[in-house]
């Protein structure tokens, strides 16, 4: 403890967040480096068809290699974001900020000039890393920079770039791809990266509490590995369009032991790394199954989406990228109204509508076919970062303010931990049932041609396109009959996606607690 200008002890975040003469110009620029590592869940999608071609224009990789450019980085962050935000209670939110900056920019200049598939699968993989580490500090720096309102404005707009990297990430990359090679996907990184680096140490002073609690390297451990253990089932999953492979069981279940034992380890040990009795708290834990059931139906539809606009509607990269803008706008524009929508009305009322419209949205969505008008499908876009908008923020802090400011590292991970993993639960899930139900709808289509073209052409409607292109126009009718089996998978996806929204919407509604206020510290 600290000495205030009275003589009353006050705790050192206090004491330290005092030293901050422009919190906002503080925020400014976490939030910059939060918006370039947050894109990178993202952006990379476009680059895919490019990579696939042979040197100089891309590198030539497999379809199991363009899967895993994503996939590495996905694993290496959502499984390591617990041992991200607990490093970051331990060393100083500040101090793991500069480290991931520092390893994010290296291994992004890295991606950029990487000469073979494989290379480039492992500078992903240390990228996630990096992001793993740096995200949950963003968001603790956040929760001593700023009080009370304040402080929910500042989660709103965390939220809003957040959600709306995603949307933004294939724009800057249609961008870049229009005029550059597709290193210039990672290589924009460094720039951004190089003046956070520069400026955080003058304008954000080290956030950590005096007393700190003794490390728990057994239950950190178990968390990584468990939830790595976790997703990789799960991207398996999605990779092999089945859940009932052994690549896919063995790594889930692997998890799952794993994650059991660190819930026990962590009811037993004296100083845990993640205190699990929190998830006692009903409003908590609503939050967060909440995220994870938003995201799963947002990554999921998302992924359809660019399948549609290039596929069915025959948009360029670029082209794709801006369709998707809406959803980055809408939610940046809601950002400022959510705090007084809160104030007014309660999270519950504000985030039961926010779900509410969401699902409302997908299930128009679902509606779309190869003729749409473009206007009302970018409406619908509209709508969904709206609803969002109205998500994020509330369910945001509720997990943030559960967990004492000495763990908001903690409180931060898990945060972006059920986020993440409710995301690569939708793309597995969402992505199967697509596969699935295409396979089944185009398989009359595709029955005049030979057996092992007709195996490939079924796998998705992209193989479709470059087979029968291949072949040539002697197969006119074939690609409108694939195109209307497509149209009739999507609007399955979607309207599965819609119900899970609607779930959470009845979830928050009925069981959402708002958080008791604590004595000030």
């Given amino acids: 403890m600290e000495p205030s200008s009275s003589g009353t002890p006050v705790p050192a975040s206090r004491a330290a967040a005092r030293g901050v003469r422009r919190p906002w110009l503080a925020f400014a620029i976490i939030m910059v480096a939060v918006l370039v590592v947050s894109m990178d869940n993202s952006i990379l999608y476009i680059a895919l068809t490019t990579l696939a071609q042979g040197p100089p224009e891309g590198l030539g990789a497999s379809p199991s290699q363009l899967q895993w450019f994503s996939d590495a980085y996905i ?34 200049a890295a991606s950029a000039v990487a000469s073979s598939p494989g290379r480039l699968i492992v500078c992903r993989a240390l990228m996630g890393l990096c992001a793993a580490f740096l995200m949950p500090a ?46 210039s996907v990672f290589l924009v990184n460094v720039p951004v990266i190089l003046l956070g680096l520069i400026t955080i ?26 939830l790595v253990g976790l997703v990789f089932g799960v991207i398996r999953a999605g990779d092999r369009s089945s859940w009932l492979d052994a690549q896919v069981l063995v790594p889930i279940s692997v998890g799952l032991v794993l994650l059991t034992g660190f ?23 609503v939050a967060v199954v909440a995220l994870a059931l938003l995201f799963f139906a947002l990554f999921g539809s998302v992924f359809v989406m660019t399948f549609y606009m290039q596929e069915i509607r025959d948009y360029t990269a670029l082209r794709t990228g801006l369709c998707v803008l809406p959803l980055a706008a809408a939610m940046i524009l809601a950002a400022p109204m959510v705090p007084r929508g809160v104030a007014r009305f309660g999270a519950r009322a504000v985030a039961g509508v926010g779900m509410l419209i969401v699902a409302a949205t997908l299930a128009g969505l679902a509606q779309a076919g190869r003729v749409t008008p473009i206007w009302q499908f970018e409406a619908g876009i509209f709508a969904l970062g709206m609803g969002m908008a109205f998500v994020l ?14 763990q908001a590292g903690t409180s931060s991970a898990v ?50 396109r470059q087979i029968l292109t291949h072949l040539g126009v002697q197969r006119p009718g074939m690609f409108k009959g694939a195109v209307d089996a497509f149209i009739q998978a999507q609007r399955l996806t979607w309207s599965i996606a819609a119900i899970i929204t609607l779930a959470g919407a009845i979830l928050i509604v009925t069981t959402y607690r708002p958080l008791q206020e604590r004595s000030p510290l």
């Fill in 393 to 406: 923020p509330p369910m945001t802090t509720r997990i943030v303010s559960t967990l004492p400011q000495d």
């Fill in 263 to 285: 819930a026990l380890w962590e009811l037993h040990t004296a100083h845990p790394a993640l205190d699990v009795h929190f998830f006692a708290d009903r409003g908590f834990t």
């Fill in 138 to 183: 963003t968001l603790a720096i956040i929760t001593y920079l700023f009080p009370g309102q304040a402080r929910a404005r500042a989660i709103s707009i965390w939220s809003a770039v957040v959600g709306a990297a995603l949307a933004i990430g294939p724009i800057v990359a249609g961008a870049l791809l229009a005029h550059f090679w597709w290193g």
């Fill in 75 to 108: 694993l290496a962050y959502a499984g390591l974001l617990l041992a991200g935000g607990v490093m970051g209670n331990r060393f100083g939110h500040r101090r793991v900020v500069l480290t991931g900056l520092l390893g994010f920019g290296v291994f992004s």
């Fill in 201 to 226: 140490p003058l304008l954000i002073p080290e956030f950590r509490e005096k007393s700190r609690r003794r490390f728990d390297p057994l239950g950190t451990l178990l968390g990584a590995a468990g």
């Fill in 415 to 464: 945060n972006n931990t059920f986020r993440q993993v409710g995301g690569s639960f939708g793309v597995a899930v969402l992505g199967t049932i697509l596969a699935g139900r295409y396979r089944s709808a185009v398989a009359p289509v595709l029955a005049p041609l030979p057996e092992g073209l007709r195996s490939r052409a079924e796998t998705s409607i992209t193989a479709t």
